[in-house]
């Protein structure tokens, strides 16, 4: 299995980017599919997961991001609109194989995770 995220770069604050991840080796239709953030120094934390089509986010993107699945690709996406200089941070994807919606926001619940990709923000 793999997870392959892209899109990632530099934006000025304000801007926008449109993260994805795409999966191999196996579908991952229903199962939950996140994404992290982690800069130098500090814990990787949640931003954003989806369970089915339920779409779940920290309170510091709402209303600025949004997660998207396509079950026929087999891809996660994050748009990330109005972007500020403190959303600069390697962005992880991840998937979850256990079942239900309580645990999205706990990483260490996570089996699958890419490679991260590099958002900087500047002001």
């Known amino acids: 299995v793999q997870l392959q995220a892209s899109g990632g770069g530099l934006v000025q604050a304000g801007g926008s980017l449109r993260l994805s991840c795409a999966a191999s080796?196996?579908?991952?239709?229903?199962?939950?599919m996140g994404w992290f953030r982690q800069v130098p120094g500090k814990e990787r934390e949640f931003v954003a997961a989806i369970t089915w089509n339920t779409p779940h986010y920290a309170d510091f993107v709402k209303g600025r991001f949004t997660v998207s699945r396509d079950f026929a690709k087999n891809t996660l996406y994050l748009q990330m609109n109005s972007l500020k200089p403190e959303d600069t941070a390697v962005y992880y994807c991840?998937?979850?194989?256990?079942?239900?919606?309580?645990?999205?926001?706990?990483?260490?619940?996570?089996?699958?995770w890419g490679q991260g990709t590099l958002v900087t923000v500047s002001s």
């Open positions: 991840a998937v979850g194989l256990i079942g239900g919606d309580s645990w999205f926001e706990d990483q260490y619940k996570y089996d699958y």
């Open positions: 080796g196996r579908t991952f239709s229903g199962d939950t």
